[in-house]
């Protein structure tokens, strides 16, 4: 059992942009159009929203998604905040409700400091796009409260930025939280702690006391 585990959301967390949002608009904008209202209503889940919007878009556009998460940038301090976590032996565990192939190529250049990553994977073997989750419980895409369960922990470490987080934050003890899913825990009266950046929550960690008391280690993660 982990003393401390850390759950990251993907998109709009680790990117600095909601990426998959960002996909069904490049492949998908009229449907997303027609839909977005809807989402907002309440009218239609965003996990059937999202499975209509890429089952419309032929497979062979994957391409197109692929160059553009490319271009999105990441949030800075990631790296850094990995190497800590890593110093402290803190798993790290990224659960992103977003496209596996485009979560992959942007996690490749940290995959040795993660330890696993869940996401949805899009099917490209027929005509048209296909979602599947192996987390799907029928309300959510990628229940990350489901992937939680997989693991065996005394304290949780969340951050995220949306709604979807929510589940998510509600089971953890430390809560690092911005934009819609600071709302949701201060609608919600949650405890979080804001964050702009990876290095808001990296200093934050270390005046909770999850620090190393290794100064090598202490100086690999301030400054690689």
């Keep these: 059992m982990s003393a401390w585990i850390a759950f990251f959301d993907f998109d709009g967390t680790i990117t600095s942009e909601e990426t998959f949002f960002g996909s069904m608009q490049l492949l998908n904008p009229k449907t997303l159009k027609t839909l977005h209202p809807q989402f907002l209503a309440g009218q239609v889940t965003l996990r059937n929203g999202v499975n209509q919007i890429f089952s419309e878009v032929p497979s062979e556009r994957l391409e197109m998604i692929e160059r553009y998460i490319t271009k999105v940038p990441l949030r800075v301090g990631f790296r850094e905040l990995l190497i800590y976590l890593q110093c402290q032996n803190i798993p790290a565990v990224v659960i992103s409700g977003g496209i596996m192939q485009l979560v992959d190529t942007a996690l490749a250049p940290f995959r040795n400091l993660i330890t696993d990553v869940y996401s949805v994977h899009l099917n490209v073997s027929g005509e048209y796009m296909r979602l599947v989750s192996e987390y799907d419980d029928g309300v959510d895409l990628m229940a990350k ?53 990876f290095y808001d929550v990296l200093e934050s960690l270390k005046k909770h006391g999850l620090t190393n008391s290794d100064a090598n280690c202490g100086a690999l993660a301030g400054g690689e």
């Design 145 to 197: 409260q489901l992937v939680m369960d997989r693991y065996s922990f005394e304290n949780a470490i969340c951050i995220g930025d949306g709604i979807t987080d929510l589940k998510m934050a509600k089971r953890s003890n430390l809560i690092f939280a911005r934009d819609e899913l600071e709302r949701s825990c201060k609608r919600e009266h949650i405890p979080y702690t804001i964050w702009n950046d």
